[in-house]
C-alpha cells in the first residue's frame, strides 16, 4: 500500500469571471480544486484546513470507504461540520474502485465551488482492460451562480423555509464558460492533441443540480468506464452524466486536424437564467498540432450534442451500458434476495409543524415513501455508535404508504404530503437487497432522480418507463452484465431496479444527487449492521472528531 499526504486548504479567494470579481470558497485556490491521484490499494490522508466563515464537510463520492463511515463527510449524518479555524484530516482507502470519481463538499450547496477529480490508476504492475492511451485529460464539468459568492449564506437561510434557491446561470468546462460567454474567451479551456493518437478524458459531473450532455464535434466517443469500475466499450457521439457521475472516454484524433468544441449542456432539473449570459452551452477546445489557420471559428457539435429536455437522448444512452463483466473484472451481481424494497422518490407537500413556513401549512419539499429527511443535529454515526436516542428512528418504510398510479394523473391528496422525519433503515449485515425505485410526478410534474449510495456501488438491473410492475418486469432484468455505478438516474415518469450486498458495515446516505431535491428532503439513511467478525464490524472512531454542539453550529440552524 502506498500513502499519500494532502493538504486542502478552503478559504475566501477572489476570482474574476465573466467581467466580474467574485470572492468564492475554494480549495487551494482553485476551481475545479486539486486532484487526488492514486493507484488501486493506495490510502489517503487528506488533512482540511477549513479558512472559511462556515462549518464545512467534505466526501469523497464513490469511494467505498469499508467498515469506516467516520471518513464518509456528509454533514449531520456521518460527522459534524469542521468549525472555521479547525482541521481535520479524512482517511480514504482505495480498495476496488478503478477509474475516475470526485472528491465534493458535503455541506449545503458548498460542492459548487468546493470539488475536485479523484484519479485511479490500476494497481502498479497492471493495465487498463483497453489499449493504453497516448494521453489523458481530466474534464471537470461544474455549474455556476449568479449570486456565487453569497451562495452558502443565501441557502443557508432559504433553504429552511422550502423557498426557491438560486438558479445556475451557467456550466464550466475545468472552471471556464468557454467561446459563447461574454468576457470569457480569453479562458477558454484547450486541449491539444496530435493526428492519429487516442485520449483517455476522465469526464465529472460536478455540477450542482443538472444533468448534461457532453459532446466532441465530428468525434465519436468510446465509453470505457463509468463511476470507477469498466465498462463494456460503448460507442456514442455524445454521453449524458448525472450530477455525481463519471465517465471514461476514449477518442481517437482522426479528423482533419483543426479546431473542434468540446461542449456540455444541461438537458433536464435544472430551469436556467440566462440573463448574463449569451449562451448556456459551455465549450472547450480541442486543438490539433499542425498548419491550419486559425482565423475560422472551432466547429460545434451541431449534430451530436443533443438539446434540453431530450429524455429519449439520455435515456438511449444510459441504458445501453453494460459492465464489462470479464474474466479479470467479473460482475457479481446478487441472485437470491432477502430484502426488497419499492421506494417511491417524489416532488411533494411537507408538512410544516418543525419549521416556520412562510406561505401556511405546507411547503415544497421531497420525499422518499412519503418521508422527507431532515438532518439531526448530531450526526447518525455518532448517536448509532454511542447509543444517543433521539437522534433518529429505525422505521423508515419499505414500501410506501399508499400504492396509486405514479406516472398517472389521478393521485390521491394525501399520497402528495409528506411528514419531516429522520427515519433510518436498518439492515443485516451481508442482506441481499433488491431496491426498486419508482419516480412519481405527484406536484411539479416528473422530473428524474439521480439516486446516489454512499458506502456502496449497486448494479442496475432493470429499468422502465411507467409504473413498475412486479410481475412482467422482473423478467426482464439483466443479471449477466449489468452496469455497476454509485449513481443512477430514475428516469422521469419511469423505475429502475438496483442489487447490492449489504457488506459494507456502517451508517451510509442514499439521497437524490440533484442538490435542490436533497435539501427538500429527498433522502434517507442506510445502518449494515456488524457481522460477528472484527473483520465484517464497522471501526470505531478515530481520536478526533468535530463536535456537534460549536456555537457556530447552533447560529446557523
Ligand atoms: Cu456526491 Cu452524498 O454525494
Ligand atoms: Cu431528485
Not at 451562495?151 to 459563447?180: C, H, K, Q, T, W
Not at 444510459?318 to 417511491?344: C, K, Q, W, Y
Request: glycine share 8%; aromatic share 12%.
Amino acid at each position: 500500500t502506498n500513502v499519500h499526504y494532502y493538504d486542502f486548504v478552503l478559504r475566501e479567494t477572489n476570482i474574476t469571471k465573466n467581467c466580474t470579481s467574485w470572492s468564492l470558497l475554494l480549495v487551494n485556490d482553485s476551481l475545479p480544486g486539486p486532484t487526488i491521484q492514486v493507484h488501486k490499494g493506495d490510502l489517503v490522508f487528506v488533512n482540511v484546513h477549513n479558512q472559511g466563515d462556515y462549518g464545512v464537510t467534505l466526501h469523497w463520492h464513490g469511494v467505498k470507504q469499508p467498515r469506516n463511515p467516520w471518513s464518509d463527510g456528509p454533514e449531520y449524518i456521518t460527522q459534524c461540520p469542521i468549525p472555521p479555524g479547525t482541521n481535520f484530516t479524512y482517511e480514504v482507502n482505495f480498495t476496488t474502485e478503478e477509474g475516475t470519481l470526485l472528491w465534493h463538499a458535503h455541506s449545503d450547496w458548498t460542492r459548487a465551488t468546493v470539488h475536485g477529480a479523484i484519479v485511479i490508476l490500476p494497481e502498479e504492475g497492471n493495465t487498463y482492460p483497453f489499449p493504453k492511451p497516448d494521453g489523458e485529460e481530466i474534464i471537470v464539468l461544474g455549474s455556476w451562480y449568479s449570486q456565487g459568492d453569497e451562495l452558502n449564506a443565501v441557502l443557508a437561510e432559504d433553504l429552511d423555509e422550502g423557498a426557491d434557491v438560486p438558479r445556475s446561470v451557467g456550466y464550466m468546462i475545468n472552471g471556464e464558460f468557454g467561446d459563447f460567454v461574454a468576457c470569457s474567451q480569453d479562458s477558454t479551456y484547450h486541449m491539444y492533441v496530435d493526428y492519429g493518437k487516442t485520449y483517455h478524458l476522465r469526464i465529472i459531473n460536478a455540477a450542482v443540480s443538472a444533468e448534461l450532455f457532453f459532446a466532441i464535434a465530428d468525434h465519436n466517443l468510446t465509453v470505457v468506464g463509468m463511476d470507477a469500475a469498466y465498462t463494456k466499450p460503448l460507442v456514442s457521439p455524445y454521453i449524458m452524466l448525472s450530477p455525481g457521475s463519471t465517465i471514461d472516454v476514449l477518442f481517437t484524433a482522426n479528423q482533419t486536424p483543426g479546431r473542434y468544441y468540446m461542449a456540455a449542456r444541461r438537458y433536464s432539473s435544472e430551469s436556467t437564467d440566462v440573463t448574463n449570459f449569451d449562451h448556456v452551452v459551455t465549450t472547450a477546445i480541442i486543438q490539433y498540432s499542425g498548419n491550419y489557420s486559425l482565423d475560422s471559428s472551432p466547429i460545434f457539435p451541431n449534430r451530436s450534442l443533443p438539446s434540453y429536455f431530450d429524455y429519449d437522448a439520455a435515456d438511449s444512452f444510459i441504458f445501453m451500458l453494460r459492465s464489462l463483466a470479464s474474466e479479470g473484472h467479473p460482475s457479481d451481481v446478487p441472485l437470491n434476495i432477502t430484502r426488497r424494497m419499492f421506494i417511491v422518490a417524489s416532488i411533494s407537500e411537507i408538512l410544516c409543524p418543525h419549521h416556520d413556513c412562510v406561505i401556511g401549512p405546507t411547503t415544497i419539499g421531497s420525499s422518499l415513501n412519503n418521508q422527507s429527511w431532515e438532518n439531526p443535529s448530531t450526526d447518525v454515526l455518532q448517536a448509532y455508535y454511542k447509543n444517543i436516542s433521539g437522534v433518529y428512528t429505525a422505521d423508515f418504510p419499505d414500501f410506501p404508504p399508499v400504492f396509486y398510479n405514479w406516472t398517472g394523473d389521478d393521485m390521491p391528496e394525501e399520497s402528495g404530503v409528506s411528514d419531516k422525519v429522520t427515519k433510518v433503515k436498518m439492515l443485516e449485515y451481508n442482506e441481499s437487497v433488491e431496491i426498486v425505485f419508482q419516480g412519481s410526478d405527484i406536484l411539479r410534474g416528473a422530473e428524474s432522480h439521480p439516486m446516489h449510495m454512499h458506502g456502496y456501488s449497486f448494479y442496475v438491473v432493470g429499468h422502465g418507463l411507467g409504473n413498475f410492475d412486479n410481475v412482467t418486469d422482473p423478467l426482464n432484468y439483466n443479471l449477466v452484465d449489468p452496469v455497476l455505478v454509485n449513481t443512477f438516474a430514475v428516469p422521469r415518469d419511469g423505475w429502475i431496479a438496483i442489487r447490492f450486498v449489504a457488506n459494507n458495515p456502517g451508517v451510509w446516505f442514499w439521497h437524490c444527487h440533484i442538490d435542490r431535491h436533497m435539501s427538500w428532503g429527498m433522502e434517507t439513511v442506510f445502518i449494515i449492521k456488524d457481522g460477528d467478525t472484527e473483520e465484517t464490524s464497522m471501526r470505531g472512531p478515530p481520536s478526533y472528531m468535530p463536535p456537534c454542539e460549536d456555537s457556530y453550529n447552533i447560529a446557523r440552524m
